[in-house]
């Protein structure tokens, strides 16, 4: 157990970040974007293709898998007022992204909604294009949340799946800090070249570097890859807008782990483990408070903001015995992955499990992820900061790298 860091002032993870530091548009090709190198005192500026051979050998590198899925639906009232629906997480008739996605109309779905205010009560109705063939789509507000909606869909052909429905009437949901609209380029390269599985509404930016050429080069330098799926929500962007991250709550994000990855993982324990992104060392590390739950009883694999801090972690119960525990019940009840979901918060004071090193964007200023950054590099974040932005780095999800090693 560890001090909850509830008291971290989040103005001490402050720094000027000036519009035109902010990576508008992504670089022509992926691979040429710039990558800061940081271990321990040694902070250098590389290219990204410098990669496969700064990291040590026999390293594993955890890469997330999810998808961004055209999650945002523009719609017109008759009035002429514009009501943006950004769809969040699905609600019925399933909660899991893979199952929700081949629903036939309706689905029911949490989302963020644009100009709620002028939207009153009554159905909003969407007409595209579907592959040649004209699509009516339907929207109504059922209900608000604490944050966000529910909103029920429905559609006039009860042949096609959700997931056809959004990719044919919805735009990729860029950031919100670029300030402009998607283009039909942030198609392709808001999307990593290893992306499987739909389900997230913002891109694991760290991975939107990484090109074929790349990935295969890391096998002629002894680096093992393994994958994961964390489907990030839009809570990633979401401010910590109290003095200290006491009353900060993060979001929820589903996880998937398949059982050859924890095998993996297991296997390379005593080797340095890197995840691609801070999704992916949020995942890896959830594993570890999943199996401490699991070895108290508690079969729901879901790690809370604060566990870390709070729960109470036997001096023998390593990391090498919780991805036992988890493997041992995959395979007693015969799973072939983990899936779960975690608000796991890593700010300074964590202690790390599994992951020694990060691969990552530059994250905003008083961000969740810059608290994370911070966590396993201390106070050097500062001065690696403040060197890229000294030498001309780009900055944020269309941005540079930085490769973290402690």
Same mark, same amino acid.
């Given at each position: 157990m560890t001090t909850t860091p509830g008291k971290i002032k989040i103005e001490d993870y402050n720094y000027p970040l000036p519009d035109e530091k902010i990576a508008k548009f992504p670089l022509q090709e992926r691979h040429m974007s710039k990558l800061l190198f940081s271990k321990g005192e040694v902070i250098e500026e590389k290219q990204f293709t410098d990669l496969p051979k700064l990291l040590l050998k026999n390293s594993l590198l955890v890469f997330n898998e999810t998808k961004v899925v055209k999650a945002r639906l523009v719609f017109k009232k008759s009035t002429g007022a514009t009501i943006e629906i950004f769809c969040l997480e699905p609600i019925e008739p399933v909660n899991d992204f893979q199952l929700a996605y081949q629903q036939k109309s309706p689905v029911v779905w949490k989302c963020f909604i644009g100009n709620a205010k002028r939207w009153k009560s009554g159905e909003l109705e969407l007409e595209f294009d579907n592959n040649g063939s004209v699509i009516k789509l339907y929207a109504e507000k059922t209900k608000q949340l604490s944050e966000g909606y529910l909103v029920t869909f429905r559609w006039d052909d009860d042949d096609i799946p959700f997931l056809e429905i959004?990719?044919?009437?919805?735009?990729?949901?860029?950031?919100?800090?670029?300030?402009?609209?998607?283009?039909?380029?942030?198609?392709?390269?808001?999307?990593?070249?290893?992306?499987?599985? &739909?389900?997230?509404?913002?891109?694991?930016? %760290?991975?939107?570097?990484?090109?074929?050429?790349?990935?295969? &080069?890391?096998?002629?330098?002894?680096?093992?890859?393994?994958?994961?799926?964390?489907?990030?929500?839009?809570?990633?962007?979401?401010?910590?807008?109290?003095?200290?991250?006491?009353?900060?709550?993060?979001?929820?994000?589903?996880?998937?782990?398949?059982?050859?990855?924890?095998?993996?993982?297991?296997?390379?324990?005593?080797?340095?483990?890197?995840?691609?992104?801070?999704?992916?060392?949020?995942?890896?590390?959830?594993?570890?408070?999943?199996?401490?739950?699991?070895?108290?009883?508690?079969?729901?694999?879901?790690?809370?903001?604060?566990?870390?801090?709070?729960?109470?972690?036997?001096?023998?119960?390593?990391? %090498?015995?919780?991805?036992?525990?988890?493997?041992?019940?995959?395979?007693?009840?015969?799973?072939?992955?983990?899936?779960? &979901?975690?608000?796991?918060?890593?700010?300074?004071?964590?202690?790390?499990?599994?992951?020694?090193?990060?691969?990552?964007?530059?994250?905003?200023?008083?961000?969740?992820?810059?608290?994370?950054?911070?966590?396993?590099?201390?106070?050097?974040?500062?001065?690696?900061?403040?060197?890229?932005?000294?030498?001309?780095?780009?900055?944020?999800?269309?941005?540079?790298?930085?490769?973290?090693?402690?």
């Open positions: 959004i990719n044919n009437a919805g735009f990729i949901p860029i950031p919100p800090y670029l300030n402009r609209k998607a283009v039909s380029e942030d198609n392709v390269r808001y999307q990593t070249v290893y992306a499987v599985h &739909e389900g997230s509404v913002a891109a694991p930016t %760290a991975g939107l570097h990484f090109t074929p050429k790349i990935i295969s &080069e890391l096998n002629n330098y002894s680096i093992e890859t393994d994958k994961l799926t964390l489907h990030v929500g839009a809570g990633t962007f979401k401010p910590v807008v109290s003095q200290t991250i006491a009353t900060h709550e993060m979001h929820t994000e589903k996880v998937i782990v398949g059982i050859s990855t924890l095998k993996h993982v297991l296997k390379k324990l005593n080797d340095p483990i890197i995840p691609v992104g801070t999704t992916s060392m949020r995942t890896i590390e959830s594993l570890f408070w999943m199996a401490v739950k699991l070895q108290k009883g508690n079969k729901e694999f879901a790690v809370e903001q604060w566990d870390p801090y709070e729960l109470i972690v036997e001096p023998d119960f390593t990391s %090498a015995k919780a991805l036992t525990l988890l493997l041992n019940f995959l395979e007693e009840n015969n799973l072939e992955e983990l899936k779960g &979901e975690t608000r796991l918060m890593i700010a300074p004071g964590y202690n790390f499990k599994i992951a020694s090193g990060l691969i990552t964007n530059f994250h905003q200023p008083k961000s969740t992820l810059l608290l994370l950054v911070s966590a396993l590099i201390g106070d050097n974040w500062k001065d690696a900061y403040e060197f890229a932005l000294n030498n001309n780095f780009r900055f944020l999800s269309y941005g540079d790298s930085c490769l973290f090693l402690t």
